[in-house]
C-alpha cells in the first residue's frame, strides 16, 4: 500500500460556489485558478467550470498558456500582466488578456508591433498600495491606452485591500477612489475579489474576480454567515499508521514539547509540513477521527503528526483521518495556525490530488478509493 496522505477535489462544490458567485453578484464571474487554483489543480477546476465560467485568471502567462494547451478557449486574464516584450507576442497569438499595471508595461506595449486586437485591464491602485496606476495618472494613462490601435477593449480594474474586515470605513474610500477617477471613462468595471463578493454589494460589477470563495474557503478571518452556504472543496486526509499506549510524564516529538498529563493512546498519522500541513499547528489543533475530534499534541514533523486517541473507542491502524475539508473548516485549522486558509492551501506539496465529481464522499472509512 502506498503513503496515505492525499488530497480529494470535490469539482461539484466547485461548480455550486461558482454558481453562488454568480448569483450573489448578477455580473460576469472571473474564476481565479492562479497558483494551480490554490493547489486545486488548476487544468482540473477550469475543465469542471468550463460551462459555466464567464472567464479565468491567473498570475503570469506561463499559467494562462497551460489552460489554453489544456482546452479551454476562455477569455483568461493574467493578472501581474507581462514582465517582458516577448510576452506580449504570446498574449496576442494565445489571445489572453493582460492586466496593465505600471508604466513599463505600457511602454512596452505601445512599441509593440500588434496585428491581433487584444483587450487590456487596466489596473489602478485605489489603495491597496501594491500595483496600479495612482488614480491622478489614472485617465491620462487610459488615453495612452486607448491611442494604441490594436487595444480593442479596456477594463477599468482595482484591488481592495480589506473587504474581508467587514465594517471599515478603507473598503468605502476604495470604491470612492475608483468611481471618482474613472468617471465618465467608457468600459466595464472589475473590482471584487471574494470578500468583496459577499460583503460589499457596491462592489460587484461586470466582472467580479472570485478566488479563495470558489474552493469553498470563506474570506473572512471571523465566523461568517456566508459558510454555510459554501461548500468545501478539498478534503485532506490520511491514515493512522502507528498507536501506542504511553505513560504519564512520557514527551511526543521534536524538542519534547508536549508531555502527557495522562496515561495516553498516541496515534501517529501520515502527515507533515512536507505535505503542507502547517508546521505551526498548536498542541489542540483538531485532527478529525472516526466521526470525532481529537486533539493534535506534539510538533509537526514533516512526514507525520502526532495526536492523542485516548478519548476514542477502539482506534485502529489504518483508520482514517481528515486534516481539513467537510468535517472539518481549514478555516479553523488556519487559526490554531496563525496563518490563513489560503496559505494552508497553496503550501500544499507531495500528497497525490484525486478528482471527485460526488458532492459528498462517505465518511472517512474508505479515503482513497475513488482516486483518479
Ligand atoms: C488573487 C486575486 C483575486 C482573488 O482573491 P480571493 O481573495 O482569493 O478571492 C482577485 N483579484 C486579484 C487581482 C487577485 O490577485
Known amino acids: 500500500m502506498s503513503r496515505p496522505a492525499k488530497a480529494i477535489i470535490k469539482l461539484d462544490a466547485l461548480r455550486a460556489n461558482y454558481q453562488l458567485a454568480k448569483d450573489l453578484t448578477q455580473g460576469q464571474v472571473v474564476a481565479v485558478v492562479k497558483a494551480d487554483a490554490y493547489s486545486h ?3 482540473q477546476c477550469a475543465q469542471a467550470l468550463s460551462r459555466q465560467a464567464d472567464a479565468f485568471a491567473v498570475a503570469c502567462i506561463e499559467e494562462a498558456l497551460e489552460l489554453r494547451k489544456n482546452g479551454i478557449n476562455h477569455p483568461i486574464v493574467i493578472l501581474e500582466g507581462f514582465f517582458e516584450p516577448a510576452e506580449v507576442d504570446q498574449i496576442q497569438y494565445y489571445q489572453l488578456d493582460s492586466v496593465i499595471h505600471c508604466h513599463e508595461q505600457l511602454a512596452i506595449l505601445e512599441r509593440s508591433r500588434l496585428t491581433h486586437p487584444i483587450r487590456a485591464w487596466l489596473k489602478m491602485d485605489s489603495g491597496m498600495g501594491r500595483v496600479g496606476f495612482m488614480p491622478h495618472e489614472y485617465r491620462q494613462v487610459w488615453q495612452r491606452l486607448n491611442a494604441i490601435e490594436k487595444v480593442k477593449d479596456i477594463v477599468l480594474m482595482t484591488h481592495l485591500a480589506c473587504a474581508d474586515e467587514v465594517g471599515i470605513r478603507h473598503t468605502v474610500e476604495q470604491l470612492e477612489v475608483f468611481e471618482k477617477a474613472t468617471l465618465g471613462l467608457p468600459g466595464e468595471r472589475s473590482i471584487a475579489n471574494s470578500a468583496g463578493i459577499v460583503a460589499f454589494p457596491r462592489a460587484h460589477s461586470q466582472w467580479n474576480r472570485p478566488g479563495l470563495m470558489l474552493y469553498g474557503v470563506s474570506p473572512f478571518p471571523n465566523s461568517h454567515a ?11 486526509r490520511s491514515r493512522i499508521i502507528s498507536i501506542k499506549d504511553i505513560a504519564v510524564g512520557s514527551s511526543v516529538g521534536y524538542g519534547s514539547n508536549w508531555v502527557a498529563s495522562r496515561a495516553t493512546r498516541l496515534g501517529i498519522v501520515a502527515i507533515g509540513y512536507g505535505d503542507g500541513y502547517p508546521r505551526h499547528a ?6 478529525w477521527i472516526n466521526g470525532q475530534r481529537v486533539p493534535l499534541v506534539g510538533r509537526v514533523s514533516m512526514d507525520m503528526i502526532t495526536v492523542d486517541l485516548t478519548d476514542l473507542d477502539n482506534p485502529c491502524v489504518g483508520d482514517g483521518v481528515v486534516l481539513w475539508g467537510e468535517p ?35 465518511g472517512t472509512e474508505d479515503p482513497v478509493s475513488e482516486s483518479a
Not at 456566508?226 to 461548500?231: A, F, G, P, S, V
Not at 498548536?282 to 485532527?287: L, Q
Not at 495556525?337 to 462517505?362: F, G, K
Open 226 to 236: 456566508i459558510e454555510q452556504r459554501l461548500k468545501p472543496v478539498m478534503e485532506l
Open 328 to 362: 472539518l473548516p481549514i478555516e479553523e485549522i488556519a487559526r490554531c495556525a496563525d496563518t490563513i486558509p489560503h496559505q494552508l492551501l497553496c503550501n500544499l506539496n507531495r500528497v497525490p490530488v484525486a478528482y471527485s465529481s460526488v458532492a459528498h464522499i462517505q
Open 282 to 287: 498548536k498542541n489542540n489543533t483538531p485532527v
Open 41 to 43: 489543480g488548476a487544468i
